[in-house]
């Protein structure tokens, strides 16, 4: 609610700062990317969400549970200290770097199928990269605290620098600032691409390996894994173009200064 409200705010301020209206054509162009970027970031989540369904009802061969999956990987891989645990939640899997624990939702943790393979190496593919010292994953874990910063108050930051929250017409310093606090979000979604894919292929390494999935199951495994990495993608296009539109508005409102 308050992202759209804030949408809002900067759409009428635009509006208002600038009588012209062959002004706000670019600025137009960014809601249409921006539209077609949600719609697209829907039908990639629908289509994950088909393709888990349809893959947690295709049982294993071997008949493993998500939990032994994910045990039997950290073993492989030599390591002890990481917990596997089941998490409340659909499609909530995560691997937490903080206590060393595999979260796999309930599904994943007790089901005995294709997706819940998948999910289960997939979340242990982030603890051997953790274990290995990945240097995407540390990066990704040292902008943390800037990114929660950052994106709590960027929106604040740059309706002050638009000159809504009072401070007249405005001010390009505090508006670049909103600007710079909204780019750690842009780094981080930039980031997770890298660290996603390189999970994805670590977990369907070692399914191979192993033998754990059979070709066939191999390859529906791939497909979802690659559906999940396609939802970051388009969350990460998503980012760079909403940072774009805010070094257009800066850049715009600095040649009419
Ligand atoms: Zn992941």
Redesign the pocket.
């Known amino acids: 609610m308050a992202h759209i409200l804030f949408k809002v705010a900067l759409v009428l301020s635009l509006m208002h700062k600038n009588k012209n209206l062959y002004f706000m054509i670019p600025y137009m162009g960014y809601y249409v990317i921006a539209g077609v970027m949600f719609l697209i970031g829907m039908l990639v989540s629908n289509r994950l969400k088909a393709k888990f369904q349809e893959y947690a009802q295709i049982p294993l061969q071997n008949g493993l549970s998500g939990r032994e999956i994910a045990e039997k990987m950290l073993r492989d891989h030599g390591i002890y200290d990481v917990q596997v645990i089941s998490s409340p939640g659909f499609l909530s899997d995560?691997?937490n770097p903080d206590n060393k624990t595999v979260n796999l939702s309930e599904d994943v943790f007790q089901g005995r199928s294709i997706s819940s393979a998948a999910v289960a190496a997939?979340?242990c593919?982030?603890a051997v990269q953790h274990a290995t010292q990945y240097n995407m994953l540390q990066l990704r874990s040292k902008l943390v605290p800037a990114v929660k910063i950052g994106t709590s108050l960027s929106q604040w930051v740059i309706l002050a620098g638009l000159g809504i929250m009072g401070f007249g017409h405005g001010n390009q310093t505090i508006l670049l600032i909103g600007i710079l606090l909204f780019s750690f979000s842009t780094i981080f979604s930039v980031v997770t691409l890298p660290?996603?894919y390189d999970?994805?292929n670590r977990a369907l390494a070692w399914l191979n390996q192993t033998n754990v999935t059979t070709p066939q199951e191999h390859e529906k495994a791939s497909d979802a894994l690659k559906w999940?990495a396609r939802t970051y993608v388009v969350a990460a296009i998503s980012s760079v173009a909403t940072l774009l539109y805010y070094i257009l508005i800066f850049l715009n409102r600095r040649s009419n200064d």
């Open positions: 995560h691997y997939h979340e593919g982030h660290v996603e999970a994805s999940a």
